[in-house]
């Protein structure tokens, strides 16, 4: 069966790609059954426009002249060491099958993306973009000539089929996503021409541009109507549609269609990234093999085609063997799915096999602990509503302690909030009752009537001990959080407070928390980009780490879950201003209004943060940059050095 | 013996049926459900979902009927259609995932009983023999200690001795460069230099078992007065024990073999996973990881079946070569 499947994907590559797909296997052959490897680089001077491997196949016939494939005005990229050399398979590794951040990260593509700072959106895909001054109106227009990766036209009618067939059909997508709602319906979508593409929210949504530049979202926007209309009963008789599902094993056609639109492990899908998956991990080989788009429309400013480097080939290991593999010098260019633990062992490796380690800002996220401010326990509620109450365990942590044992004082110190890297930044913020006193914390605790018991541990009002449990899932990729949290345990026992430690399965974890069945969460806060992430600050769902009830309420209008208290409406309010405002100005307000509440409240107590994340990048790779960019999801992770301008070294 | 064998059949049957309901129940037991873990696992992206688009996505896929309806709708879409389901996680027919999975999973399976064979039969065989001599004691306590050394753990020292001093990629049953490439004879030598070290460690473990038992046999035969009586009548002792006791010692491993069937499916998930084999292993542990409800039920009913079938396999041989378990129990 793998066999056969295998074989099948070959061949139809072969007919896709003719000569071209044999140069690869005959290359492969070469290299790997002779010792030495041929120079891939041969004839590919600065001169050459495009690969190598694509020239053979336009000499081949079998794809049109480099200028036939290209946009009338490609996106020009600035290459960061100069003229490249094209060629190589880049190694990458990473743990878990299904997931496609290889893709996101190296072929990301979208309308907008975002700028090499990252705090703002080049047009990409769109030449052109503008929106009305209140934040309803979203005009793009195309380049000329897009092509998807089998040569087929990009236009406005690919985006109106994501819009209406897809994004707006509550059978595939039955929930408006976040980024995807207008108050109770869904945006509309209209094509004017074929370059044009207008979307219409009635209400204002401030964080359009942000989701476009997001690699994970913008992408969705992206469907090639020509190939998936076929498995859409809009467009193709239903029976047909049906029949195929059936034979493909599915239950419903959305399920089929869904299968056939992931870019992950469908490699037929045509694509507009700058790479295609040509055998996806999903099979028993649990390998990706991804190829260059030769319909790439982006270029150096010497005019060659992007990217430079041809394949990239993805395994998928056990974290052990990933690490080991790293340490190895295995893998070409990686940062996600490395640990800031084994950095050591990079270190150690890194001269004898032929790699760097770089330290990459990880996504400002710090170790934290968030009080479960609905807590179904009436006086808990109460105390933990107080911030007094919060200000007190702040005080009584040690946090110069804490870093000194369990990072080496490399570690980051403050509170859990957006840093100078963010837009919400409110100068002065992070640094409220993060200095360790004993004598605040128990006089606040004294204030607020917490007697001692004849044994020192302080009692509730109720009369009860007052004893606290922290939920966390257990893991050791960042700062260890049992070694954390037994450090807590015992600065808090000084003021009288009992803290046990409940580690848990992240399943679980997920399930008590929407359950509100906590008292404290234990959890990594990110303080940078919460705007495209409210659940650490903002209880907007079930999923909220500080109140789930109160995200439940809000989530379903009021209709289930606990009515919040002022506060906590009054930062609701300002999430819903930041979503919906007109301006950016009104946007930020609302997004410094939250963080300065939380500030002046520390609802979530920081303890400490990573001092780096570490990416290992090989010696004959170059272009990765090592200003210390951030290493995060919303930029795409490694996409954030524009992974299409890196290249191999000369052999 | 047609008696017996028609009565051996019949127990299979509700054997089985109960079988079927345990896994699908072991597999609900957890609290959460699919969809729970994949808010988890995207929360650990930093991603979120969106709550109603859960609550939909829940109804869609049955998640809150009761008990009975879900087990309905999985059993006799197997039984009527040969349908396992569709796996959440891979969005992937079960079935294509398990098939795809299953050379390299029995290949390896294979492998390992040819491997833990061949080195503990000549080595029970051989500390009979000697009993009581050096070699006997070296033979039972390496046999022991490769038992007492958790594989997982043994993977991951023979991983890293592969790393540090041989520079070997470790992980995958294939170098980076066949992966995906296809069959050859490089491919196939680039796999055996991959197998060892599975084949290596799970064998071994499974070694001391087969030696004690093996030696204990031949013991219990060597003595016997056939044997002497062979040995005086001057047959040479090499002869004699291959001729003889050999063959009547080796019954219980005849008599056991369907009972490799099930152990050469689950392709030692522990170890298959701590290397990243690309067998049905790592495919289970992942699946009850996430709570891929039909993926994990799928490869545990698998399981549970040819375990069923393989103790059948094994009665009746046993059955066919002792008339007293015929007799005795039918």
């Known amino acids: ?651 | 013996m047609l008696r017996f064998t028609i009565h051996r059949i019949l127990h299979v049957i509700p054997t089985l049926i109960i079988i079927s309901v345990i896994s699908f129940f072991i597999i609900q037991l957890p609290p959460g459900d699919f969809l729970t873990t994949q808010v988890a696992a995207l929360e650990a992206q930093g991603e979120s979902i969106d709550p109603a688009q859960l609550e939909a996505l829940r109804v869609r896929y049955g998640i809150d009927d009761p008990f009975w309806i879900q087990y309905w709708k999985w059993i006799s879409n197997i039984l009527l259609h040969g349908d396992f389901g569709l796996s959440f996680q891979f969005q992937r027919p079960v079935i294509d995932l398990i098939t795809e999975r299953l050379p390299l999973t029995i290949l390896l399976g294979v492998a390992t009983l040819l491997f833990t064979w061949a080195i503990a039969l000549p080595a029970g065989i051989y500390s009979a023999i000697k009993q009581h001599s050096a070699a006997d004691y070296t033979i039972s306590v390496v046999g022991f200690i490769a038992l007492a050394v958790p594989n997982f753990l043994a993977a991951l020292v023979l991983a890293y001795i592969g790393f540090a001093y041989f520079g070997q990629s470790v992980g995958g049953l294939f170098s980076p460069e066949y992966v995906n490439a296809p069959w050859s004879l490089a491919k196939v030598g680039d796999l055996l230099e991959h197998l060892w070290i599975p084949v290596l460690v799970i064998g071994l473990a499974g070694t001391a078992g087969i030696i004690r038992t093996m030696r204990a046999n031949m013991l219990d035969e060597l003595y016997k007065p056939y044997v002497t009586t062979a040995r005086a009548k001057g047959l040479p002792e090499g002869r004699n024990i291959r001729k003889y006791p050999l063959r009547i010692a080796l019954n219980p491993f005849i008599s056991t073999v369907g009972w490799s069937i099930p152990s050469i499916f689950d392709g030692e998930v522990i170890v298959a996973t701590v290397l990243a084999l690309g067998t049905t292993g790592p495919l289970l542990l992942a699946a009850l990881k996430s709570q891929d409800m039909f993926l994990a039920g799928g490869i545990i009913l698998i399981i549970a079946v040819l375990t069923v079938v393989g103790t059948l396999i094994s009665d009746l041989l046993l059955a066919a070569v002792d008339p007293r378990v015929r007799f005795g129990k039918a």
């Open chain 1, 1 to 651: 069966m793998t066999m056969e499947h295998r074989s099948i994907s070959r061949r139809s590559l072969l007919k896709f790609g003719g000569g071209g797909a044999a140069a690869i296997a005959i290359f492969g052959l070469t290299a790997c059954s002779e010792d030495e490897a041929p120079n891939p680089f041969d004839g590919n001077g600065a001169d050459v426009k495009e690969s190598p491997m694509l020239t053979e196949r336009v000499d081949a016939g079998e794809l049109p002249e480099l200028a036939e494939r290209l946009p009338a005005t490609p996106m020009e990229v600035e290459v960061m060491d100069g003229p490249a050399q094209y060629g190589g398979t880049l190694n990458r590794a990473q743990t878990d099958v299904g997931d496609a951040g290889a893709l996101t990260a190296f072929a990301s593509v979208g309308l907008l993306e975002w700028n090499w700072d990252s705090d703002g959106y080049l047009p990409s895909l769109a030449e052109e973009f503008t929106k009305n001054d209140t934040n309803t109106e979203f005009t793009f227009v195309l380049r000329e000539g897009l092509r998807w990766s089998d040569g087929e036209p990009f236009t406005s009618a690919d985006l109106q089929f994501t819009v209406d067939d897809v994004l707006r059909n509550e059978t595939t997508i039955p929930s408006a996503p976040f980024w995807f709602s207008d108050g109770d319906a869904r945006p509309t979508v209209e094509v004017p021409d074929e370059r044009t593409v207008i979307f219409r929210y009635t209400q204002p949504f401030a964080l359009f541009e942000k989701y476009m530049c997001h690699p994970a979202v913008s992408n969705q926007f992206l469907k090639p109507k020509h190939y998936l209309e076929q498995f859409h009963p809009t467009y193709t008789d239903q029976a047909e549609v049906d029949a195929a599902t059936a034979a493909a094993g599915f239950d419903s056609w959305d399920q089929y269609f869904g299968d056939r639109d992931n870019w992950w492990t469908n490699p037929e899908r045509p694509v507009l990234g700058a790479y295609q998956v040509v055998s996806a991990a999903n099979a028993q080989s649990g390998t990706a093999n991804l190829e260059r788009n030769p319909y790439f429309w982006k270029v150096d400013p010497d005019g060659r085609q992007l990217p430079f480097i041809d394949q990239i080939q993805v395994q998928v290991l056990a974290q052990d063997a990933l690490d080991l593999r790293a340490a190895n010098g295995d893998l070409n260019f990686q940062g996600n799915y490395l640990g800031y633990n084994s950095a050591q062992v990079y270190l150690q490796n890194a001269e004898d096999r032929g790699y760097e380690m770089l330290r990459w800002k990880n996504d400002a996220t710090l170790l934290s602990l968030c009080l479960n401010l609905s807590s179904t326990d009436e006086v808990l509620r109460e105390l933990f509503l107080e911030v007094d109450f919060r200000a007190a365990l702040s005080h009584a942590i040690d946090r110069e302690d804490l870093n000194a044992t369990l990072l080496g004082g490399l570690g980051d110190v403050r509170q859990p909030l957006a840093t100078e890297n963010s837009d919400y930044y409110v100068e002065g913020t992070g640094q409220r009752f993060i200095e360790f006193d004993l004598d605040t914390a128990n006089s606040l605790l004294d204030g607020l009537g917490l007697t001692r018991g004849a044994d020192g541990v302080r009692l509730r009002p109720d009369g009860q001990p007052l004893a606290l449990v922290v939920l966390y899932v257990d893991s050791t990729a960042g700062v260890p959080t049992a070694d954390a949290f037994t450090m807590v345990q015992r600065y808090w026992g000084e003021i009288g407070v009992t803290l046990s430690l409940r580690p848990v399965d992240p399943t679980l974890y997920a399930e008590l928390r929407s359950a509100n069945d906590f008292n404290i969460s234990g959890t990594t806060v990110p303080g940078d980009d919460f705007d495209l992430e409210p659940v650490w600050f903002i209880p907007t769902g079930a999923n909220s780490h500080s109140g789930p009830a109160y995200g439940q309420w809000y989530a379903s209008n009021g209709a289930e879950g606990m009515e919040p208290p002022a506060e906590i409406l009054a930062l609701m309010d300002n999430w819903d201003l930041l979503r919906g405002a007109a301006t950016d100005e009104e946007r930020l307000d609302a997004g410094r209004a939250i963080v300065t509440q939380h500030d002046e409240n520390v609802y979530a107590i920081g303890l400490l943060g990573l001092p780096f994340q570490p990416v290992i990048v090989t010696n004959d790779v170059r272009g990765v940059r090592d200003d210390e960019p951030k290493l995060s999801f919303y930029y795409g992770r490694e996409g954030i050095t524009k992974p299409e301008q890196i290249s191999f070294l000369p052999a």
